[in-house]
């Protein structure tokens, strides 16, 4: 794998440090500049390759699985996830632990499928016990959707403990992967799922227009006529795929010449583990910056993922996150707001085409930043740090 020869954005544009859309290659914006039509063969061959390398991603029990890329945001891809492949009589434990977990919740309840749900509030990590607990005392529940990486707070949930207890509890597991697959390893032979779901702007460093689920093939065989929507049913979109090679509707034709293009880079950079060392050491790097300047992280180290990272605002009352924003943005760096109901929060991303050597000057435009404001301390409340303090070991 080696050293990933990265493609930084054309002077003036700023560095997205936020979990997509995000900063891709000048190769990869480049390869939109060609028009395809969607019935052609150059482009069925471009889905066909493109469903077969996001298969190899899951490793050697990817035989058992397809690739059903669906149009729109992420959100689309998960929505066709639940809507098709979760049967109208089924009860689903929906694993709660932030704003994505939340938004699962509140599809499930529009496509009017039963569901409980565990809710951690914003941080805490769902674990398996707690659902062993669940799924005995409920044995009408048949299957669980869990959140790899919980977007809004950053914390990294523990997938391979979770998708243990669902199985051994003979429950059937989907997983929202959407901002960890490609760079965080879900193998199918070591993790037992039935589906997952991720799309064309996160960890694999494509432009916005598609998500995808990867699914076992057994479970989209049975999934003819759960769909209450057309335009979202996976089992639609996949059976006309097979036979056709084409997208049922217009497809994002120039989204996806662009994806392949950042495949291609991603096999480059020696694939997912290439990809999740260098975005764990962009968040080892920007961590440690961030915290010789006094800034404190929501999570211990134990949770924090490799994809975004929550710090706390300072208590200093000269710091404003508007102005901090601005300051940033000033010096070439679009940061996150954060997602917290309790206290102050602001989010970086690691993810994108960004190394080290970027991750440092971040940490210097946040030193700046703080002296144009004024702040003296970049210490959160002491509130802050309590809350930290409940976080499970
Ligand atoms: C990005 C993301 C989604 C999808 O969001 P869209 O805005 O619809 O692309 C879903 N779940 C998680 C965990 C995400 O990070």
Same mark, same amino acid.
């Given at each position: 794998?080696?050293?990933?020869?990265?493609?930084?954005?054309?002077?003036?544009?700023?560095?997205?440090?936020?979990?997509?859309?995000?900063?891709?290659?000048?190769?990869?914006?480049? /390869?939109?500049?060609?028009?395809? $039509?969607?019935?052609?063969?150059? @482009?069925?061959?471009?889905?066909?390759?493109?469903?077969?390398?996001?298969?190899?991603?899951?490793?050697?029990?990817? +035989? +058992?699985?397809?690739?059903?890329?669906?149009?729109?945001?992420?959100?689309?891809?998960?929505?066709?996830?639940?809507?098709?492949?979760?049967?109208?009589?089924?009860?689903?434990?929906?694993?709660? &632990? $932030?704003?994505?977990?939340?938004?699962?919740?509140?599809?499930?309840?529009?496509? &009017?499928?039963?569901?409980?749900?565990?809710?951690?509030?914003?941080?805490?990590?769902?674990?398996?016990?707690?659902?062993?607990?669940?799924?005995?005392?409920?044995?009408?529940?048949?299957?669980?959707?869990?959140?790899?990486?919980?977007?809004?707070?950053?914390?990294? &949930?523990?997938?391979?403990?979770?998708?243990?207890?669902?199985?051994?509890?003979?429950?059937?597991?989907?997983?929202?992967?959407?901002?960890?697959?490609?760079?965080?390893?879900?193998?199918?032979?070591?993790?037992?799922?039935? /589906?997952?779901?991720?799309? /064309?702007?996160?960890?694999?460093? $494509?432009?916005?227009?598609?998500?995808?689920?990867?699914?076992?093939?057994?479970?989209?065989?049975?999934?003819?006529?759960?769909?209450?929507?057309?335009?979202?049913?996976?089992?639609?979109?996949?059976?006309?795929?097979?036979?056709?090679?084409?997208? %049922?509707?217009?497809?994002?034709?120039?989204?996806?010449?662009?994806?392949?293009?950042?495949?291609?880079?991603?096999?480059?950079?020696?694939?997912?583990?290439? %990809?999740?060392? %260098?975005?764990? &050491?962009?968040?080892?790097?920007?961590?440690?910056?961030?915290?010789?300047?006094?800034?404190?992280?929501?999570?211990?180290?134990?949770?924090?993922?490799?994809?975004?990272?929550? @710090?706390?605002?300072?208590?200093?009352?000269?710091?404003? @996150?508007?102005?901090?924003?601005?300051?940033?943005?000033?010096?070439?760096?679009?940061?996150?707001?954060?997602?917290?109901?309790?206290?102050?929060? @602001?989010?970086?991303?690691?993810?994108?085409?960004?190394?080290?050597?970027?991750? %440092?000057?971040?940490?210097?435009?946040?030193?700046?930043?703080?002296?144009?404001?004024?702040?003296?301390?970049?210490?959160?409340?002491?509130?802050?740090?309590?809350?930290?303090?409940?976080?499970?070991?």
């Amino acid at each position: 794998m080696g050293q990933a020869k990265l493609d930084p954005p054309k002077l003036g544009e700023p560095y997205l440090l936020t979990p997509g859309p995000l900063t891709t290659s000048y190769a990869t914006k480049q /390869a939109m500049l060609r028009d395809w $039509g969607s019935w052609d063969s150059d @482009f069925r061959a471009m889905t066909a390759a493109m469903r077969a390398q996001l298969l190899e991603m899951i490793g050697p029990g990817a +035989d +058992d699985f397809d690739c059903v890329p669906m149009q729109g945001s992420g959100t689309f891809a998960v929505e066709a996830m639940l809507g098709s492949l979760l049967p109208r009589d089924s009860k689903t434990l929906v694993l709660v &632990n $932030g704003a994505y977990g939340q938004r699962i919740a509140k599809t499930m309840a529009y496509l &009017n499928r039963d569901h409980v749900v565990i809710d951690k509030g914003d941080y805490m990590p769902p674990r398996g016990d707690e659902v062993a607990v669940a799924l005995a005392a409920d044995t009408s529940i048949s299957h669980v959707v869990l959140v790899h990486c919980e977007t809004s707070s950053g914390i990294l &949930n523990p997938v391979e403990e979770i998708a243990e207890v669902v199985h051994a509890a003979g429950r059937s597991l989907l997983i929202d992967s959407m901002s960890a697959f490609g760079a965080l390893e879900l193998q199918a032979d070591k993790v037992p799922y039935d /589906a997952i779901v991720s799309s /064309a702007n996160k960890c694999i460093e $494509g432009v916005p227009g598609f998500g995808f689920v990867i699914a076992r093939k057994a479970m989209l065989e049975a999934s003819n006529g759960n769909a209450q929507s057309l335009s979202l049913d996976l089992f639609d979109q996949w059976a006309a795929m097979e036979k056709t090679g084409q997208w %049922r509707f217009t497809p994002p034709t120039h989204v996806v010449a662009a994806f392949m293009e950042a495949l291609a880079q991603h096999r480059a950079e020696g694939g997912v583990a290439g %990809r999740g060392v %260098r975005y764990a &050491n962009n968040r080892d790097v920007m961590v440690a910056g961030m915290r010789d300047l006094g800034f404190e992280t929501l999570l211990k180290d134990r949770w924090l993922s490799p994809i975004i990272v929550t @710090f706390f605002c300072p208590t200093d009352p000269a710091f404003d @996150f508007t102005r901090f924003y601005d300051a940033m943005k000033s010096r070439g760096f679009i940061i996150y707001p954060g997602k917290l109901t309790v206290v102050d929060s @602001f989010r970086i991303g690691c993810i994108g085409q960004m190394d080290e050597a970027v991750m %440092r000057d971040v940490v210097a435009a946040a030193r700046e930043s703080l002296t144009e404001m004024g702040v003296a301390s970049a210490a959160p409340p002491a509130a802050a740090l309590e809350e930290r303090a409940r976080l499970a070991a």
